[in-house]
């Protein structure tokens, strides 16, 4: 999980344009975006994220 978490950081630490080749694919909202969170009268929340679900496969 060590690993697994330090390739995470890295790709986090990219250039924009380079996370941008893995942008969310819009058919299965898999892959890199950012989200700005609002909620009235809270502080905004700036978030990047890489949506990647895993399951069985062949099964």
Known sequence: MRNIREIWRE???????????????????EGYG????????ATLDWSDYFFLRRGNVGR
Do not use: H, I, T
């Open 34 to 41: 950012s989200r700005l969170g609002v909620e009235k009268g």
């Open 11 to 29: 790709f986090f630490d990219l250039p924009l344009d380079s996370k941008q080749q893995y942008a969310n694919d819009p058919v299965s909202d």
